[in-house]
């Protein structure tokens, strides 16, 4: 009796101890790739590479560009007439710090691929930039919940329901977190240290810089360090020379950093090399920044940053966006 008593306990154990392995397999589901497609690339001196997708409006085909550092989706202007219908006024401030108020709208669904319906519980703004070659932007409010694969190096733009790639392949991995933008609203940023100093960072798609910090008093704390000089190299506004991508100018002044200060790093990774900072309305990592690593996947499903890196430390005076 005790010997059949050991049997069956021995039995069950093993049995219940697998369970969790079975489960773990059952449960596994591979990635859905929900669209797939090339970059936008717009010239000027050299190439610059722009997150974009296709997408269907009413039966009717467009390009929009992506960007998680902003919350509405913005539609160009004649979209709007035709399709939107006004919903609202929000308040907000321009570009410049100024109070100023925004239209919503409500507008149909937009479709990845013809197929996939981005949520179109959210109004939509009236496109604000002369962006050649699309119609708009898909802000974080029509992001997010969604994996966006941004491969560099082959140019390419995925959409999926998570991500499917091991962390290995990896060389930067972060934890996503919010910080508020200049209407309060709550956009995915990631914590970097700046010239030795911790913030917060925006994740901006499309601002053509590397990184940008918010007037004020965080840039005094750089000054009082002495990693930028106490006056910028050009006053603003600053002329980008990108208005074939929308941005004739960029409030604000740049900051050449000094000796010594010239990195971004992502706790034990670290890049050297950082010429310039440009001073905004709030600390974010820009297009500058991302078109110089060789893939990114903001993952909005379980809030993480994934980078896979050209493994130059000093990547941001060596690398060229595009080769």
Same mark, same amino acid.
């Given at each position: 009796?005790?010997?059949?008593?050991?049997?069956?306990?021995?039995? *069950?154990?093993?049995?219940?101890?697998?369970?969790?392995?079975?489960?773990?397999?059952?449960?596994?589901?591979?990635?859905?790739?929900?669209?797939?497609?090339?970059?936008? !690339?717009?010239?000027?001196?050299?190439?610059?590479?722009?997150?974009?997708?296709?997408?269907?409006?009413?039966?009717?085909?467009?390009?929009?560009?992506?960007?998680?550092?902003?919350?509405?989706?913005?539609?160009?202007?004649?979209?709007?007439?035709?399709?939107?219908?006004?919903?609202? =006024?929000?308040?907000? #401030?321009?570009?410049?710090?100024?109070?100023?108020? $925004?239209?919503?709208?409500?507008?149909?669904?937009?479709?990845?691929?013809?197929?996939?319906?981005?949520?179109?519980?959210?109004?939509?703004?009236?496109?604000?930039?002369?962006?050649?070659?699309?119609?708009?932007?898909?802000?974080?409010?029509?992001?997010?919940?969604?994996?966006?694969? =941004?491969?560099?190096?082959?140019?390419?733009?995925?959409? =999926?329901?998570?991500?499917?790639?091991?962390?290995? !392949?990896?060389?930067?991995?972060?934890?996503?977190? $919010?910080?508020?933008?200049?209407?309060?609203?709550?956009?995915?940023?990631?914590?970097?240290?700046?010239? $030795?100093?911790?913030?917060?960072?925006?994740?901006?798609?499309?601002?053509? +810089?590397?990184?940008?910090?918010?007037?004020?008093?965080?840039?005094?704390?750089?000054?009082?360090?002495?990693?930028?000089?106490? +006056?910028?190299?050009?006053?603003?506004?600053?002329?980008?020379?990108? !208005?074939?991508?929308?941005? *004739?100018?960029?409030?604000?002044?740049?900051?050449?950093? #000094?000796?010594?200060?010239?990195?971004?790093?992502?706790?034990?990774?670290?890049?050297?090399? #950082?010429? +310039?900072?440009?001073?905004?309305?709030?600390?974010?990592?820009?297009? =500058?920044?991302?078109?110089?690593?060789?893939?990114?996947?903001?993952?909005?499903?379980?809030?993480?940053?994934?980078?896979?890196?050209?493994?130059?430390?000093?990547?941001?005076?060596?690398?060229?966006?595009?080769?």
């Amino acid at each position: 009796m005790k010997k059949i008593f050991q049997t069956t306990h021995f039995f *069950l154990f093993s049995f219940f101890s697998i369970i969790p392995v079975l489960l773990s397999v059952s449960t596994y589901t591979q990635a859905r790739v929900l669209y797939s497609g090339e970059m936008c !690339s717009q010239a000027n001196g050299q190439q610059y590479l722009l997150p974009c997708v296709s997408v269907s409006i009413a039966n009717q085909e467009y390009k929009l560009l992506v960007n998680t550092g902003q919350f509405y989706t913005d539609i160009k202007k004649e979209l709007i007439d035709t399709l939107g219908s006004e919903a609202g =006024l929000v308040n907000t #401030l321009d570009y410049t710090g100024q109070p100023a108020q $925004r239209l919503l709208y409500d507008f149909p669904g937009i479709n990845l691929n013809s197929s996939y319906a981005l949520p179109n519980d959210q109004p939509v703004t009236q496109n604000r930039y002369r962006h050649t070659g699309t119609d708009g932007i898909i802000g974080f409010n029509q992001m997010n919940n969604l994996v966006w694969d =941004l491969n560099f190096e082959d140019r390419s733009l995925s959409v =999926l329901d998570q991500i499917n790639d091991s962390d290995s !392949s990896f060389d930067i991995i972060l934890k996503i977190q $919010r910080s508020s933008d200049i209407d309060q609203h709550q956009l995915p940023a990631i914590q970097a240290d700046l010239a $030795r100093t911790a913030y917060p960072f925006i994740l901006e798609m499309i601002e053509p +810089e590397i990184v940008q910090i918010q007037t004020g008093w965080p840039l005094d704390v750089l000054k009082k360090k002495y990693a930028i000089n106490s +006056e910028p190299a050009n006053q603003a506004p600053v002329s980008r020379g990108l !208005s074939e991508i929308g941005f *004739l100018h960029k409030y604000g002044g740049r900051y050449p950093l #000094l000796d010594g200060f010239d990195t971004l790093s992502f706790g034990d990774y670290v890049f050297t090399g #950082l010429p +310039e900072l440009y001073e905004g309305t709030r600390h974010h990592i820009a297009k =500058l920044f991302f078109d110089r690593q060789r893939r990114v996947v903001i993952d909005l499903v379980q809030n993480r940053l994934f980078i896979k890196t050209y493994g130059e430390p000093d990547i941001f005076r060596v690398h060229q966006c595009l080769p």
